[in-house]
């Protein structure tokens, strides 16, 4: 099945590395009359090849300095800027002030563009089935195993809701039958700013280091659903689980998840009256639909977007107390979970559309 992945608000998925002002310089650029402020990562093995010498020394000893950046070096350098065009990995859209940034999250890429792996989007898809599809006896089981620290006993229940038997996971997992495809690539990454925003007993604040990551912007990327499930496999005992990979059950388990994880945001912002964020909610809460699902993925998802703690959160809250002790979270006397990543502080990352094309 051939799907369309609609960015709503900046995703970010990262590869584990980061970059700061050393490789990269700032300039001006535009988009048909816009006028943008955008900044260029360099290949600084191949900018140094491409010094003289003398120059060189100075690249060098200037490296080493928590202060240096390459728009400073150009300016002292001014035959060096013409090796930093030579010497281009790819350009990206600057979204706030380069005289904060200390280092940069850099996107997962291929080829130096941005994309979304499979994996990534099948993990959202599995977690949104496991909320919406797990029976009541197995929350009663996991709510029994916390309890009595049987913590070893929770992957089995999980696995056991997937597989037909929870020893052999992997091999007969009902989710081995449904494969992702990475997405369509984006060229051009989008630097902003995150700030983490803390509410508590009524308020709420920002917290004072704010972070910088590379973001796909709103794009509409390409990629594939299949369900590789065929008769042949039933001899390994999967039974009605099969339908699981169905994309109907796909479709549905997105909805559901994503229409009570934006409900939770919208009461969030509503008692410590977020004003901006509650109107973001509700503006998703209107554009998520039944058959084209919102689902939201990446950096800044946070603890009730990736698991299925939220259904025990009304209906359980000692067994929500225990999981999120479980998750290593600490426990605070009002609102858990208390913090929220906002883009500029104001846009939560990761909401897209999934819309099914055959």
Not at 13 to 18: D, E, M, P, V
Not at 77 to 86: L, V, W
Not at 156 to 185: P, W, Y
Not at 266 to 293: G, H, M, V
């Amino acid at each position: 099945m051939k799907c369309t992945l609609k960015v709503i608000t900046p995703v970010h998925i990262g590869n584990g590395l980061k970059y700061g002002p050393q490789e990269f310089y700032t300039g001006k650029g535009k988009s048909g009359k816009r006028k943008l402020d955008i900044f260029t990562r360099v290949d600084t093995t191949k900018l140094y090849s491409k010094l003289d010498e003398k120059t060189r020394e100075k690249f060098l000893h200037n490296l080493t300095t928590p202060e240096f950046n390459l728009d400073g070096f150009f300016k002292g350098f001014p035959a060096a800027k013409k090796a930093g065009k030579e010497s281009v990995r790819y350009k990206g859209i600057l979204k706030t002030k380069t005289g904060q940034i200390k280092e940069v999250n850099e996107h997962i890429k291929t080829s130096d563009k941005l994309y979304i792996p499979g994996s990534s989007i099948k993990g959202s898809i599995r977690t949104a089935i496991l909320y919406h599809h797990i029976r009541n006896s197995d929350l009663e089981r996991i709510s029994d195993a916390i309890n009595r620290r049987r913590y070893s006993d929770l992957k089995s229940i999980i696995n056991g809701f997937f597989s037909a038997e929870s020893r052999d996971a992997a091999k007969k997992s009902v989710m081995r039958f449904l494969q992702v495809t990475d997405t369509s690539t984006v060229k051009t990454p989008y630097l902003h700013e995150m700030k983490v925003l803390n509410a508590g007993r009524g308020s709420f604040g920002y917290k004072n280091f704010p972070l910088h990551l590379e973001f796909i912007p709103r794009k509409e990327l390409e990629f594939e659903i299949r369900s590789t499930y065929t008769g042949i496999y039933d001899d390994i005992g999967l039974g009605d689980r099969k339908k699981l990979a169905d994309p109907e059950t796909v479709i549905e388990s997105l909805y559901d998840f994503s229409r009570d994880y934006i409900e939770h945001e919208i009461e969030f912002a509503s008692k410590y009256s977020i004003d901006f964020l509650e109107k973001l909610y509700r503006k998703l809460r209107k554009i998520n639909s039944p058959k084209t699902p919102l689902m939201r993925i990446g950096y800044g998802s946070g603890f009730l977007a990736t698991t299925i703690a939220l259904r025990f959160k009304e209906e359980d809250p000692s067994t929500y107390d225990s999981i999120r002790k479980l998750a290593g979270r600490r426990t605070y006397s009002y609102e858990f979970p208390k913090t929220r990543k906002l883009i500029n502080g104001k846009i939560p990352p990761g909401w897209v559309k999934v819309i099914f094309n055959d």
